[in-house]
């Protein structure tokens, strides 16, 4: 098959056809499905292996602050050596961790297979931006990102319902045979796609911390670190505890319909986002987008009052999270030095894992006292208030980058 004559041209005039984004957003849709399964599903197993609560949470705990950690020296490397390589070693983990659960179940071993994992999660998410970024042409990034996510959005619809349906019917052993199987099909599909040449560098990199302090030197950078935070905080409050909301402030309505069209509503935010941002510039559209997020969680607050807001607001928190996450991506890599741009989405995932973390704790303290609806209304308030500032500080940057 010729598919020469449907191609794009990158950075470095790579070209690329449908074929090669084909094998990259397959493996994307495969890796993103076996990483929110694991997220779903192995608090449960946790219980059924024997462990307490605690030590349930504490498994995914340990996931994600691993993958903080490594993602701190992992990220400059990726701009070293190229993201490809330690993505497919990332995949790898996510392919052979199941496998030794198999071998030999029981906590200690979850715990151990968890944070081996963490190396997939700490590579994969800045190396999947970061190779959009240098496969696509310059002056479209952002409709490409939005292709990508929505590759990342199906695998987190499909990936825990497939998950949960197979540990309901054969068991868990045969949903680690599938996570495997399925992890081993991302990783083949990623060894397939061709990417750009990694330039070789003609200084040795001074180190991790001090390419993280380089690409810190962008000073466009904070306002939208604050905006991911931002969108972050509210995200982890709206996927930890929406579902208890509803069924404390509108139990006759299922929660099940709030996830269908807040997942729907992302998914169709994401193209439409990314070629807005292409067009019209990151700001005029990440801000409106921040905004409209924190409408929606403000609009939680009154469901006792009108139950039928259920959709209204995951409609609105679907294109707010969505549209909000990819354009701030866009808008990073934008801004990015050319050898420090895994370096910076590092610094972007840390962010969302850290205000991520942030968010489920602070709605979990909210559940007991003042309520959660009240929680919602904060988080939305204080969004909206907070776009303001960070929306000048981010025109002050731009124009005096300008001038300069």
């Known amino acids: 098959m010729n598919v020469s004559r449907t191609t794009t041209t990158g950075g470095h005039g790579f070209r690329t056809g449908w074929l090669n984004w084909f094998f990259f957003f397959g493996s994307v849709l495969f890796f993103m499905a076996n990483l929110f399964a694991a997220i779903a599903v192995f608090p449960s197993y946790s219980l059924a292996i024997g462990s307490t609560p605690f030590q349930a949470g504490l498994q995914n705990t340990l996931f994600g602050v691993a993958a903080v950690l490594i993602r701190f020296y992992l990220g400059p490397v990726m701009d070293d050596r190229g993201p490809k390589p330690l993505m ?57 990102l939005g292709s990508l996510r929505i590759s990342f959005n199906i695998g987190l619809l499909a990936g825990p319902s497939a998950a949960l349906l197979i540990i309901g019917g054969p068991g868990y052993n045969t949903w680690f045979v599938v996570s495997a199987l399925s992890s081993f099909l991302a990783l083949a599909l990623l060894a397939l796609v061709r990417v750009p040449e990694t330039p070789v560098r003609a200084v040795k990199s001074p180190g991790s911390l001090n390419q993280i302090l380089q690409a810190l030197t962008v000073k466009q950078i904070y306002p939208i670190i604050g905006g991911i935070a931002l969108f972050a905080f509210t995200y982890s409050g709206v996927v930890s505890f929406a579902a208890v909301h509803i069924e404390e402030a509108a139990p006759n309505v299922e929660a099940a319909y709030f996830f269908i069209a807040f997942g729907a509503a992302g998914i169709i935010t994401c193209l439409g ?30 469901l006792p009052a009108w139950p039928a807001l259920v959709i209204v607001c995951a409609v609105i928190l679907g294109i707010g999270i969505q549209g909000s996450s990819l354009v701030f991506a866009a808008w990073l890599i934008e801004i990015s030095r050319p050898g420090l741009r895994a370096t910076t989405i590092s610094l972007q995932e840390n962010s969302i894992d850290i205000f991520f973390a942030l968010g489920a704790m602070a709605f979990g303290l909210a559940a007991q006292e003042p309520g959660l609806g009240r929680a919602f209304l904060a988080a939305g308030l204080i969004t909206i208030v907070a776009v303001l500032p960070l929306r000048k500080l981010s025109a002050y940057l731009i124009n005096n980058k300008a001038n300069d």
């Open 273 to 302: 986002a990314g070629v807005l941002s292409d067009r019209f510039g990151r700001q005029q559209v990440a801000w409106p987008m921040l905004i409209l997020l924190g409408i929606g969680s403000a609009l939680f607050y009154c």
């Open 88 to 144: 497919l070693l990332g995949a790898f983990t996510f392919a052979t961790a199941p496998l030794l659960l198999l071998i030999s179940p029981g906590y200690n071993l979850l715990l151990a297979a968890r944070i081996y994992q963490s190396l997939g999660l700490a590579v994969f998410l800045p190396g999947m931006y970061a190779l959009t970024a240098e496969m696509a042409p310059p002056a479209r990034i952002g409709t490409y």
